[in-house]
């Protein structure tokens, strides 16, 4: 389905302009290994602990979701070092993006913090709180 906003025909070319948060420019994900030990699990607790720091499971895998506005990101929305941006900026593709919908809407777990995921953890592993 093709989007259309104030008679403009919105493309992979010009979806940025209309994207009013640069949502893809305000975090970093790190891929995590499939955590299946409790020890595992403990340290995801301790990372989630951290402000701004959550964590997803989808069709890729287990993310580290870090929620940070790119030092580079201009009031407008546009790159402050376009020419010289990282390869990962380069590479990201448009096509489907947060503009589309939310990511979090393919999240398959999502845990916004220690305590989403204390309760996860606890009714993964029935001796969660035995030593």
Do not use: A
């Not at 993310?63 to 990282?86: M, S």
């Not at 989403?116 to 035995?130: A, I, V």
Request: glycine content about 6%; hydrophobic content about 25%.
């Amino acid at each position: 389905m093709t989007k259309t906003i104030d008679g403009i025909k919105v493309t992979s070319e010009n979806k940025c302009s209309f994207c009013t948060g640069s949502i893809c420019c305000t975090y970093v994900t790190q891929h995590l290994d499939t955590p299946r030990s409790k020890e595992d699990f403990r340290q995801l607790l301790w990372q989630v602990s951290h402000g701004n720091v959550k964590i997803y499971k989808d069709d890729d895998g287990w993310t580290l979701l870090i929620n940070g506005k790119c030092q580079h990101l201009q009031i407008n929305g546009d790159c402050g070092i376009y020419e010289e941006r990282p390869e990962i900026c380069r590479e990201h593709t448009n096509d489907y993006c947060e503009y589309d919908s939310p990511s979090e809407e393919g999240f398959e777990l999502y845990f916004e913090n220690y305590f989403d995921l204390l309760k996860y953890c606890k009714k993964r592993f029935k001796s969660w709180d035995k030593k």
